[in-house]
Structure formats: structure tokens, C-alpha cells
């Protein structure tokens, strides 16, 4: 029996986008979750619980989650940047943390480490 081209397509999504998602380290998605509801609530207090304290945010700028914090509540196009990135898809990196969106390069991005055995948002940058 011979497929469509469509529903070889249908197909070859169906299967590809699971793998992706099952390939992301348990208890990361739930934090990916949690910073995209925060990021288009504009819950800075969400915000800030999922993120590591030496959170980098902007090149040249201290390393810091409050003083990104603070940053966020005058520019909430950054926000907005946040919750779309942070909706999919992500992928795990050879050192075992996770980037969204794939294949970034010096795109924005936003990443994500596992530290003292919780997930935590580690820096949202753009550039090199």
C-alpha cells in the first residue's frame, strides 16, 4: 500500500516530535513550564524561584537573577521573548544542560542546568 506524501509527512512529525520531547532530562519540562506561564504572566516572583542566582542575562552586566529581574519589569518585550522561547522546542546539550529554542547559535536563547538537584533557568542572552 502506497502512503501520500502528506501523511508520510503526518507521520514522520508524529514520530519526531515525541523522541524530542522524551529526550529532554526528567524534571525539566516541568521547570520549561513553569518559566513560560511566569514570562507571559509576568509572575517575577515565578520568575526568579526558577532561575539560578548567577543568572546571566546580558553580556557585560553582573552575572545576577535580581538584577534581571529588575531589568524584565522596565522591558517586558523581554518577557514576551521569554514565553515564546520557553513554549518549544528545546534540546539537551552535549554537557547535559538544555537550550531553547534548537539550534540557537548566538540567537536568543534561554538555558537551563540541573544545580544541587533542581532544574534552574541558568541565562536568557542574545549574542556571543
Known sequence: MRLSLM??????VATAAPALASSLPPGVKSVLFNIHRAAKAKDFAALRANMDHAFIWSFGDEANADHAIADWTKRPKQLRKLARLTQGPCAKQDDGSVECPINAGAAVR?????????WKMTYFVEGD
Open 7 to 12: 501523511a508520510c509527512l503526518v507521520s514522520l
Open 110 to 118: 534561554a538555558g537551563f542546568k540541573k544545580i544541587d538537584g533542581r
